[in-house]
């Protein structure tokens, strides 16, 4: 009877899609999404393009400010932790969003995303991704980059969604989304493939010293006179099976 492998998914490529998957989520619903609110804002809050088109340069600004101290942060604790703070607290802020009613907690509120998304998204994920590929790291970090791409292609279904239920609800929506989708999706990240006794690229271990030269001295001996080496090697075979 024929016996049927069993082929196991190199655990790389779970991470790879999880995080092609919170890209998808930040791209929608930050990165894009600010520009789909910004006409529903400017009517609700009866502020100028100018002062409103500042929140998003705030918000950019505090993310590249945040980004060296995120990297030493991701030495010291891991992506995994660092994701789970930042994508709960971008998700709060869009809960928080929804309830705004004047320009200035318009700020705060961007601030607070700003940093969620510099420890929940970036910055971990492609340091992830790169520490479990080398051979293959370019596809790898390609695919993930390919969520924001997807992301973006969505804008107009974040449009729908104001239309339909108005810009609070939407804004609480997306504070949902990234609570019940992006943040379970963080628990997946591991730091590095050696902390689950994997190698990156899921190669396999190399043969230690030890076996090697003992393959070899075995090999080399004759057999003695009156032993069948095949038989040997049969009884062998069947004693550990």
Not at 102 to 108: G, H
Not at 193 to 220: F, Y
Not at 231 to 239: F, I, P, S, V, Y
Request: hydrophobic share 50%; glycine share 14%.
């Amino acid at each position: 009877m024929r016996q049927v492998r069993s082929v196991s998914v190199f655990y790389g490529w779970r991470i790879v899609l999880a995080g092609a998957a919170i890209f998808m989520l930040q791209a929608l619903l930050y990165l894009y999404g600010f520009g789909v609110f910004f006409n529903p804002l400017l009517k609700s809050l009866g502020t100028s393009r100018a002062a409103l088109g500042g929140v998003l340069g705030l918000s950019r600004l505090g993310s590249g400010l945040l980004a060296p101290g995120v990297g030493w942060l991701i030495d010291r604790y891991g992506p995994r932790r660092l994701m789970l703070v930042g994508l709960t607290l971008v998700g709060v802020g869009f809960l928080a969003f929804s309830g705004i009613s004047s320009l200035w907690m318009l700020y705060v509120v961007f601030f607070g995303m700003a940093l969620g998304t510099s420890l929940g998204s970036f910055a971990p994920i492609t340091v992830t991704v790169s520490n479990w590929f080398v051979r293959k790291r370019a596809r790898a970090l390609g695919l993930v980059s390919l969520g924001s791409a997807l992301g973006g292609s969505l804008s107009w279904a974040l449009a729908w969604l104001i239309d339909t239920f108005g810009w609070q609800r939407s804004a609480a929506i997306a504070g949902l989304c990234y609570l019940g989708i992006a943040v379970p999706l963080a628990s997946v990240f591991r730091h590095r493939p050696e902390q689950m006794g994997l190698l990156p690229d899921g190669a396999s271990p190399a043969p230690s010293v030890e076996t090697s030269v003992a393959g070899a001295v075995g090999a080399d001996q004759p057999a003695k006179k009156g032993e069948n080496p095949g038989a040997q090697a049969t009884l062998g075979g069947l004693a550990f099976t």
